[in-house]
């Protein structure tokens, strides 16, 4: 499955908060906002039912920072 990349705008504070909540982890921002992502996926799906795709959730997740 290819990786693919997205841009996004954030505003200056949400960035230094998801910034210190992924240090606090031992995240980088980008496997934090991929974390959420999948909560949030799962948290639909529950609700809602499976999408298609068959990605694994452990997938496009880099291990956490030393």
């Keep these: 499955m290819a990786t693919k990349s997205v841009s996004i705008r954030i505003e200056e504070e949400m960035l230094n908060?998801?910034?210190h909540i992924a240090d606090?982890?031992?995240r980088s921002v980008n496997s934090q906002v991929l974390?959420?992502?999948r909560e949030k996926i799962?948290?639909?799906e529950d609700t809602n039912g499976t999408i298609?795709?068959?990605i694994s959730p452990a997938s496009n997740v880099k291990?956490?920072?030393k």
């Design 42 to 44: 799962k948290s639909f």
């Design 63 to 65: 291990p956490t920072r």
């Design 24 to 26: 606090y982890e031992g």
């Design 52 to 54: 298609d795709g068959n």
């Design 17 to 19: 908060k998801i910034s």
């Design 35 to 37: 974390v959420l992502i």
